[in-house]
């Protein structure tokens, strides 16, 4: 099965910088990419994901890119914020007609020094 | 629109009872998945619903898991004589097209 590598699994950057977390995976088959953000005490919400058909996309502060012959991706935050304080999880699945179960990472705490 | 909803929020139960927890998508939402999350972990993968079918549920850790849905819309998870290691967070998720997965708030399930 699907097996996801996820680092570091403690992140502390000032407010402003930038923070980046990477993840690999071990299935070929696998075609779909999601980071989730976890609040404490909270569900996870997705907040962007890229298929294995794109290197990478943008949305605002939150990037992500994806070297499929690597098997690795990863998650760019520009001008982090107190507010992206979180538990990061990186994901990989088999996504569409023939979805099956999101394989997560073991997490990042991400820490933003005011 | 209203999101996926879980309920029981919290459920506490002694060793050797059975419990039922629920789970209600998003309205249309063909795919549905359940996920344990113990605590400082990511979430680990149960079992998958299309529709009223369960396609796979290589997850369950033992039979004495059992998920149905069996209307295609709202899921039952229910786990018989619960042990202390069943301790965890169950999570529900929805998904449209079998891609972008929403999570429900999750039900923490404390086995004493």
Redesign the interface.
Known sequence: GENVEQHPSTLSVQEGDSAVIKCTYSDSASNYFPWYKQELGKRPQLIIDIRSNVGEKKDQRIAVTLNKTAKHFSLHITETQPEDSAVYFCAASQGGGGADGLTFGKGTHLIIQP | GAGVSQSPRYKVAKRGQDVALRCDPISGHV?L?W?QQAL?????????F?NEAQL?K??LPSDRFFAERPEGSVSTLKIQRTQQEDSAVY?CAS?F??????????TRLTVT
């Open positions: 795919s998945f996920y400082g972990q990511g979430p680990e993968f149960l079992t998958y299309q796979d290589s997850g999570l998904s097209a079998g891609y972008e997965q929403y999570f429900g708030p999750g």
